[in-house]
């Protein structure tokens, strides 16, 4: 949600981006350039999103396609 959020304040503020090279020009923080950010961002994103996919293996594989919640509680 918060990458969204992050893309979203990008885009319209505090105008509409009119190009790709704008869009990237508004990524920068502060000293921080917008490729470093832009790179920390997907890295951020692919690693979490690599967790989970790999959490749901190690799931699958321990219980199996089970239906209903096998979780803690």
């Not at 951020?44 to 293996?57: N, P, V, Y």
């Amino acid at each position: 949600m918060y990458g969204k959020s992050y893309l979203g304040k990008i885009d319209i503020h505090p105008t509409p981006i009119t190009s790709l090279a704008e869009f990237i020009e508004r990524t920068a923080i502060g000293p921080v350039p917008a490729a470093a950010n832009l790179l920390i961002g997907a890295a951020f994103h692919a690693t979490w999103i690599s967790l989970a996919l790999w959490s749901r293996r190690l799931d699958r594989a321990k219980h199996g396609a089970k239906d209903g919640v096998t979780g803690m509680g």
